[in-house]
């Protein structure tokens, strides 16, 4: 199971792109009005739809679980978890083209929303999990007509978490999984909900959550937590804004206004790769993009990347030689999807190395799956794992800039 949570992650949202592919026409017309969009907003507020297909929900369940000891070294941390969690899903609204269009028309198949969770890891040497993050959720049943009853999504999660154990040499030997406590979070889930009572709802999710601080710092088993959660949730917002709508309205005509766009991130991101000879390194990647603009939420990404990467010169106890650029470089081409829900976006890239100083080491591909925020039209922030055969290589933090 060590980190195969990514190639999940990039399965499940080939199946999210299925449902956006099904949901978004391919047009790249900006010409309807955000007032057209506020009508229909106001014209639908006292129908059926408005009072039938809430589906913005503040929901709390209870996590029962056990930490999967996917490694040797990690047997002796096996226990059953608990722990409770908060999720809020926001529908992310397709809206129809003109006020004409038929109010079933609306769907609320993509919501978008954010996670919290406290996990009691069963043992003095695993502790607590405490986490935060982005939610995304896509129904694998599109929702249409005038009442949702019941639904079935996928959901995936992407934040931060902090562990309140880690591995230390004197005080926690014992805890080989993680050497950190602060940590990434991903957590998958299929998720069934069922409508109880003015629009209130109970669900029942399986899932897999994920701690690992992609080799920030030695060591990263990684934990893995399989669990099954209970809950309800109670509608609140029920209805998005015209200011909301008027916001919305000028992000897609400032990121969605051509068909492709060009892009050059630069990214860091710290590495450790050895528990006894903990030196730590600097990595850091300059990456060209083209992205096609499939939809005004969606676009395929084409990429040219350079990696520094000085740890092909890491000799373990030996003295670092002196800085080579052929010796420290990977070249690379990838190709990716990105979905965005407003301002978030998420993230997933395949590459393939054209250089690398040493074949032997790392695989002959890479996989990457991170978030990116849009600051304005021209710069987005970006969060990026790259993994290599789902072995974390390490994680980049940086700026996007799009050119107009």
């Given amino acids: 199971m060590k980190k195969r949570l990514i190639y999940i992650g990039l399965f499940f949202w080939l199946l999210f792109f299925s449902q956006f592919a099904k949901a978004e026409s391919i047009s790249f017309d900006t010409s309807h009005l955000v ?14 739809l408005y009072k039938n297909r809430i589906t913005n929900h503040l929901s709390v369940g209870l996590m029962k679980g056990f930490l999967m000891p996917h490694h040797e070294d990690m047997q002796h941390m096996y226990a059953h978890i608990q722990g409770l969690q908060l999720q809020y899903l926001s529908s992310d609204l397709t809206w129809p083209n003109n006020k004409n269009s038929n109010e079933n028309n609306i769907q609320y198949s993509q919501r978008l ?86 629009n209130s709802m109970v669900f029942l999710e399986f899932g897999l959550a994920h701690f690992s601080n992609a080799c920030w710092k030695f060591p990263n088993l990684g934990v893995n937590l399989p669990y099954l959660q209970i809950g309800i949730g109670y509608p609140i917002n029920l209805y998005p804004s015209s200011k909301k709508l008027d916001k919305k309205k000028i992000l897609n005509q ?25 030196r730590e390194f600097m990595n850091g990647v300059v990456e060209f993009t083209l992205e096609n603009w499939i939809s005004k ?70 996989e990457g799956i991170g978030c990116s925020y849009v600051i304005n039209s021209n710069y987005k922030a970006v969060v990026r794992l790259k993994a290599n055969k789902t072995i974390a290589d390490f994680a980049e933090f940086g700026l996007t800039y799009l050119f107009n």
């Fill in 113 to 198: 929303g954010f996670v919290l969770s406290a996990i009691e890891l069963g043992t003095n040497i695993s502790g607590k999990a405490y986490s935060g993050g982005l939610l995304i959720s896509s129904d694998l049943i599109s929702n249409r007509g005038k009442e949702i009853n019941w639904r079935s999504s996928l959901k995936f999660a992407l934040g931060l978490g902090y562990l309140t154990q880690s591995y230390d040499a004197v005080v926690n030997r014992e805890n080989r999984a993680i050497g950190s406590h602060i940590n990434g979070y991903m957590q998958l889930g299929l998720d069934i909900e069922k409508k109880v009572y003015k």
């Fill in 297 to 366: 939420k969606s676009n395929f990404r084409y990429s040219v990347s350079y990696f520094h990467d000085r740890t092909y010169q890491f000799n373990k106890f030996k003295k670092m030689p002196n800085y080579s650029f052929a010796g420290t470089s990977e070249f690379a081409v990838s190709a990716g999807y990105e979905t965005r829900f407003g301002s978030w976006g998420i993230i997933t890239d395949f590459g393939i190395y054209l250089y690398k100083p040493d074949f032997k080491k790392k695989t002959a591909y890479y």
């Fill in 35 to 48: 007032k057209d969009q506020t009508e229909i907003s106001h014209s639908l507020e006292n129908s059926d």
């Fill in 254 to 278: 400032q990121l969605s206004i051509l068909p492709w766009r060009k892009s050059v991130s630069i990214r860091l991101g710290k590495k450790e790769i050895d528990l006894d000879d903990n």
